[in-house]
C-alpha cells in the first residue's frame, strides 16, 4: 500500500505487507507478518510482530521499532546525512540486524560506538579517519550494547 498525504496513518494485516508513504509525518504500522516498511518523509515506523524489514532513507524516518521477530534496519548511504534516526528497539539476541549502504564511504574497522544518556550512537569515522570528521549513522535507543556484540549485527553493502 503506498499513501501520500501527510499525516498517513498505514496500517498492514496479519500477512507479509509492503508499505510505503511520501507524507510528512506518516505513522506505518506493519502488523503480524514479516512486512517491508518505506517512509520518504519525517515519520514513524513499526514493525509489529514478525520478521520485518525498516527501510531508513535520508528525508525519510526518524524512528523505527522493529517489534517482536529477527528485524533488518536497512539505511541508505545517504541516511548517513541524518543524525536523528532512531531504532528504539534493536536487540542482539533477536538477531536484528543493520544493514548499511554505504555507497564505499566507510568500512566496518570504521565504525565506532557512544553511549549518550541511554541511547549508544553508531558514528563511522570521516573520510581521513579524524574523529571531528566522524557523522553520526543512528541512534539505538535503550540498548545495552558494546561494539563486539554490534559488529556481527552489521552488514556492509557498497
Known amino acids: 500500500m503506498t499513501r501520500n498525504g501527510a499525516m498517513d496513518q498505514l496500517f498492514g494485516d496479519d500477512g507479509d505487507d509492503f508499505l510505503e ?12 507478518g514479516n512486512d517491508t516498511l518505506l517512509a520518504w518523509a519525517d515519520a514513524v515506523m513499526y514493525g509489529d510482530g514478525g520478521s520485518d524489514e525498516l527501510l531508513l532513507r535520508y528525508g525519510g524516518v ?13 539505511i541508505s548511504h545517504e541516511a548517513e546525512l541524518n543524525p536523528d534516526f532512531r531504532i528504539l528497539d534493536f536487540n542482539a539476541a533477536e538477531e536484528d540486524l543493520i544493514v548499511l549502504y554505504t555507497a564505499g564511504s566507510f568500512v566496518a574497522e570504521d565504525l565506532y560506538l557512544q553511549p549518550v544518556a541511554g541511547k549508544d550512537r553508531l558514528y ?13 549513522i543512528v541512534q539505538l535507543v535503550g540498548t545495552d550494547l558494546t561494539l563486539d556484540t554490534l559488529l556481527p549485527q552489521i552488514i556492509i553493502r557498497l
Open 21 to 32: 508513504s511520501y507524507g510528512i509525518g506518516a505513522i506505518l504500522h506493519g502488523g503480524d
Open 62 to 74: 526518524r524512528i523505527a521499532e522493529g517489534g517482536e521477530g529477527a528485524d533488518t534496519f536497512s
Open 124 to 136: 563511522a569515522l570521516g573520510y581521513d579517519d579524524a574523529l571531528s570528521n566522524s557523522h553520526t
